[in-house]
């Protein structure tokens, strides 16, 4: 019986590092650039936080959608 587990695990053993070999030797995935820290900023408006880059700007404020800039502007400033 102790033969027999010996086997299993050896053979287990064999087969992971058969494994790990072939896929070091096949295609690495392309390692993507990390993207620098953006500066998060809040909608005048609601005031939910997200990147810069996602916001609407108008005004030298900083909104999260059209339709908050839109409220904002007309001057109804409802929640």
């Known amino acids: 019986m102790g033969k027999l587990v010996l086997l299993v695990i050896l053979g287990f053993v064999v087969w992971w590092m058969w494994r790990k070999l072939r896929s070091a030797d096949g295609e690495r995935p392309a390692s993507v ?3 620098p820290p953006e500066t998060m900023v809040g909608c005048a408006l609601c005031g939910v936080n997200q990147p810069r880059s996602e916001c609407v ?3 030298g404020r900083h909104y999260c959608c059209d339709a908050h800039r839109q409220q904002a502007e007309s001057g109804r400033e409802e929640r």
């Open 57 to 59: 700007e108008s005004g």
């Open 33 to 35: 650039a990390p993207r």
